[in-house]
């Protein structure tokens, strides 16, 4: 009974291991690579919005929004070339070059160099897509040998215990049912999840070397369903989460039981602003807002903060409660040294510019100001995030009575 029951979880747990690594190879390379073409795919859109409306408008600000994007291409075209697929990377990388240079035509006013640009997107966008195809053929390829490598460990395992049976009638049994059904629900697994079932759990017993395979398992669906959420959620100028990710952040911290703050940013005068200067500057002090909070945050609470952009003008941030003060200072004060940037000599001496309001009525408005309202939260003050972003609008709306760039940090009882 010993041996051949040693003999059958040898056999087993050799195979285990064997499928162990490859869910570890598509966690390190498999999924890398296919986030990058996804990233690389959003980047191109982008890029090809902005050649487009510079080739109508002829605004220079176009092509400083295409060149952002470009970086954001260029490394994504890195990570594939670290992520196991270098000759992919090197066929994208030539045709986004020549996709560059028909661009570099476009820019400097060369004559019908937008048919050119569009035809070099189209056959990088299509390349794009056929690696990501490729890439998903080989993932399910992966999958499908996995598949027949655990098929072949149900049936020799079954038969290797099957001859221990003969000898340990009452041992046998409990030994074959336990490893056949976990690795049955394993393989089960593996199916829902190359469908698309990603919140699929086997529901495998802890204890075991099997568990762990099937824990490695629902970790790589849950990081599959994250960046297919990411991707669609995120916002494309700022590239800062969206709505979903930031409800799911503060339905985390309020699990947490910790304490917290949540601070709402909002831009007052934006809306004249762009009016005035157009939607490509308008556009970009949106990015640049986004980014001066990103790089606040990440200065003054590390790890521990985290920036959303809910659309529009409207930013969220997420701190310690001891880090409100300088994460709410510093970002007014980069924010106050920027802004001034945008606006014209003219309209800087005037304090402002000419506008219509949301009535229609023609009036002043000064430089565009950053209002912040924080609200100190936590399990007991809030039941969800749907309460905490009540209570930062009354909080917000207090913020803006108050001229100029500022913030203001209240409490579940001054929100109420």
Request: some cysteine; hydrophobic content about 45%.
């Amino acid at each position: 009974m010993a041996f051949f029951t040693m003999a059958a979880l040898v056999f087993s747990t050799f195979n285990i291991y064997k499928s162990n690594n490859t869910s570890r190879q598509i966690a390190n390379n498999d999924l890398p690579v296919m986030s990058a073409l996804i990233e690389l795919r959003t980047s191109l859109l982008a890029q090809e919005g902005f050649a487009g409306r510079y080739a109508i408008l002829h605004d220079p600000a176009f092509i400083e929004l295409f060149r952002q994007r470009e970086s954001e291409a260029l490394h994504n075209l890195a990570v594939l070339e670290r992520s196991g697929a270098q000759q992919d990377a090197i066929h994208l990388k030539q045709l986004y070059l020549s996709y560059q240079g028909a661009s570099a035509k476009l820019f400097s006013g060369t004559p019908a160099s937008e048919i050119g640009l569009r035809r070099s997107a189209r056959q990088l966008l299509d390349a794009v897509d056929a690696t990501y195809i490729k890439r998903k053929a080989i993932l399910h390829a992966v999958l499908a040998k996995a598949n027949e490598q655990q098929k072949a460990t149900i049936w020799w395992t079954v038969a290797i215990s099957l001859t221990g049976f003969l000898l340990a009638i009452g041992v046998a049994p409990f030994v074959t049912y336990r490893i056949f059904g976990a690795i049955r629900k394993l393989q089960s697994a593996t199916h829902r999840i190359a469908a698309g079932d990603f919140d699929y759990d086997p529901q495998i017993p802890l204890g075991d070397e099997i568990s762990d395979l099937a824990r490695d398992f629902t970790k790589m669906a849950a990081r599959l369903k994250v960046l297919e959420q990411m991707s669609l959620d995120a916002s494309p100028l700022t590239r800062l989460p969206g709505n979903f990710a930031i409800e799911r952040e503060l339905e985390e911290r309020l699990k947490s039981g910790a304490s917290f703050a949540f601070c709402y940013a909002d831009l007052g005068n934006f809306k004249p602003f762009g009016d005035h200067y157009g939607y490509a500057k308008g556009s970009e002090l949106l990015r640049l807002t986004g980014d001066l909070i990103q790089a606040a945050v990440k200065a003054q609470a590390g790890g521990a903060g985290f920036v959303g952009h809910v659309g529009g003008d409207d930013f969220v941030m997420v701190v310690p409660t001891d880090r409100v003060k300088p994460v709410c200072e510093t970002v007014i004060a980069n924010f106050s040294a920027e802004v001034v940037k945008h606006y014209s000599q003219q309209d800087l001496k005037a304090g402002g510019i000419e506008g219509c309001d949301r009535y229609g009525v023609q009036r002043f408005f000064p430089v565009v100001t950053i209002s912040i309202a924080a609200i100190i939260c936590g399990r007991d003050q809030f039941s969800s995030a749907v309460d905490i972003a009540r209570a930062a609008a009354k909080v917000k709306d207090s913020a803006k009575e108050t001229p100029g760039s500022n913030y203001l940090v209240g409490t579940p009882g001054d929100a109420a």
